[in-house]
């Protein structure tokens, strides 16, 4: 039985660094190739996607944002783990995950009201399916493991997609989730983007497992571990645990292997705990330029296309700063909306007060 738990010993990859597709050895099942149609789709979207996450970075820059997570190189995670789900499915994002959210389809000035100080979320959860972005470690889990159970209670074959960095792993919010989930068999997707570092802090000091996919087995969680800078790959797995969750099997646990090319975010200096090398030899893992020579060599990509592409993320790109560089106009009493469902006698009080206070000085 727990035999059924446990991971590939190595990452499934599907496309190696280089677009040429490797034979699969050694994986507890076999993966196949996705369509030409699916990566072009997810180079597309990798594409936007990084020309979003360059521009924030440079609005932090500017004063327009007071922080800015990047999740540059980690491109072929955040889009094709969210192009995998479908908009009945919810997706529970970490402060990380802006890019993913772009992806959903969210647009990018109300995905970046966080981050720029505007309100706790700049989007509606309800509608989007899309929980608010969660700056606590780990505490998402345990609302993607609830809302999972939820849509099984409701009897759909909706599923909840939750993201994960490699420190979080380290919270009891993890590990009260993934138990929850499996007892409960909620069909909740756990994704763990391990990018090597938890702000500062390398993987090698925060776990002796094999690899973080292996803290699956304790809980009777199914897991699998994946190339996270393969699109391919992040494709066919992530079928894989949606099959599983969809067909009333519970929960499942995914680890992604990736790398944060940048820094933590903008008030971090990543020179501080790692090497100049090894940020170039992840630089050569790009998953962009991974499919794109995949589907070049197959005829299903060529430069008029990748010219478009660029050129749609650039207009993107400037009609962002535009819109960024407009003064927004914040109301304060916003601050007790979407608090409660129905607001408390408490926060009733502290409106009031706030609204007094306002309307002296007028």
Same mark, same amino acid.
């Given at each position: 039985?727990?035999?059924?738990?446990?991971?590939?010993?190595?990452?499934?990859?599907?496309?190696?660094?280089?677009?040429?597709?490797?034979?699969?050895?050694?994986?507890?099942?076999?993966?196949?190739?996705?369509?030409?149609?699916?990566?072009?789709?997810?180079?597309?979207?990798?594409?936007?996607?990084?020309?979003?996450?360059?521009?924030?970075?440079?609005?932090?820059?500017?004063?327009?944002?007071?922080?800015?997570?990047?999740?540059?190189?980690?491109?072929?995670?955040?889009?094709?783990?969210?192009?995998?789900?479908?908009?009945?499915?919810?997706?529970?994002?970490?402060?990380?995950?802006?890019?993913?959210?772009?992806?959903?389809?969210? /647009?990018?000035?109300?995905?970046?009201?966080?981050?720029?100080?505007?309100?706790?979320? *700049?989007?509606?959860?309800?509608?989007?399916?899309?929980?608010?972005?969660?700056?606590?470690?780990?505490?998402?889990?345990?609302?993607?493991?609830?809302?999972?159970?939820?849509? +099984?209670?409701?009897?759909? /074959?909706?599923?909840?997609?939750?993201?994960? *960095?490699?420190?979080?792993?380290?919270?009891?919010?993890?590990?009260?989730?993934?138990?929850?989930?499996?007892?409960?068999?909620?069909?909740?997707?756990?994704?763990?983007?391990?990018?090597?570092?938890?702000?500062?802090?390398?993987?090698? +000091?925060?776990?002796?497992?094999?690899?973080?996919?292996?803290?699956?087995?304790?809980?009777?969680?199914?897991?699998?571990?994946?190339?996270?800078?393969?699109?391919?790959?992040?494709?066919?797995?992530?079928?894989?645990?949606?099959?599983?969750?969809?067909?009333?099997?519970?929960?499942?646990?995914?680890?992604?292997?990736?790398?944060?090319?940048?820094?933590?975010?903008?008030?971090?200096?990543?020179?501080?705990?790692?090497?100049?090398?090894?940020?170039?030899?992840?630089?050569?893992?790009?998953?962009?330029?991974?499919?794109?020579?995949?589907?070049?060599?197959?005829?299903?990509?060529?430069?008029?296309?990748?010219?478009?592409?660029?050129?749609?993320?650039?207009?993107?790109?400037?009609?962002?700063?535009?819109?960024?560089?407009?003064?927004?106009?914040? /109301?304060?009493?916003?601050?007790?909306?979407?608090?409660?469902?129905?607001?408390?006698?408490?926060?009733?009080?502290?409106?009031?007060?706030?609204?007094?206070?306002?309307?002296?000085?007028?």
């Amino acid at each position: 039985m727990t035999a059924g738990l446990l991971p590939s010993p190595n990452p499934v990859q599907l496309i190696d660094p280089t677009g040429a597709e490797v034979e699969q050895a050694g994986t507890r099942r076999d993966y196949p190739v996705p369509s030409a149609a699916r990566l072009r789709e997810v180079w597309h979207a990798m594409v936007i996607g990084r020309r979003f996450d360059i521009q924030a970075t440079a609005l932090t820059k500017q004063g327009r944002l007071a922080v800015y997570p990047s999740s540059r190189g980690q491109e072929a995670c955040q889009v094709g783990a969210t192009l995998s789900i479908t908009g009945d499915d919810w997706l529970f994002p970490t402060y990380r995950e802006s890019m993913a959210l772009v992806t959903r389809g969210i /647009d990018p000035v109300e995905v970046l009201s966080l981050l720029r100080g505007d309100s706790h979320c *700049g989007y509606d959860p309800i509608a989007t399916r899309t929980a608010a972005q969660c700056t606590p470690l780990s505490t998402q889990l345990i609302h993607a493991a609830g809302a999972g159970y939820g849509e +099984k209670r409701r009897g759909t /074959d909706h599923v909840a997609l939750a993201f994960i *960095g490699d420190g979080a792993t380290s919270e009891g919010d993890f590990h009260e989730a993934l138990n929850f989930a499996a007892v409960f068999e909620a069909p909740t997707i756990f994704f763990v983007q391990n990018n090597k570092y938890a702000i500062s802090v390398p993987l090698s +000091k925060q776990t002796k497992a094999p690899s973080l996919a292996y803290k699956g087995i304790g809980y009777g969680v199914p897991a699998e571990q994946v190339d996270g800078n393969d699109p391919a790959a992040v494709l066919a797995v992530m079928d894989a645990a949606l099959e599983h969750c969809r067909s009333g099997k519970g929960p499942f646990l995914i680890e992604a292997h990736t790398y944060r090319l940048d820094a933590h975010t903008n008030a971090d200096d990543a020179t501080r705990y790692r090497s100049d090398d090894e940020v170039t030899a992840w630089l050569e893992r790009d998953p962009i330029a991974r499919v794109e020579a995949w589907l070049r060599a197959r005829g299903e990509l060529g430069d008029d296309i990748v010219a478009a592409t660029n050129a749609e993320a650039e207009a993107m790109a400037a009609q962002l700063r535009d819109r960024m560089n407009a003064d927004p106009s914040v /109301d304060p009493m916003s601050l007790f909306d979407n608090v409660f469902a129905q607001r408390t006698p408490q926060l009733e009080e502290a409106r009031a007060m706030v609204a007094e206070e306002i309307q002296a000085e007028v």
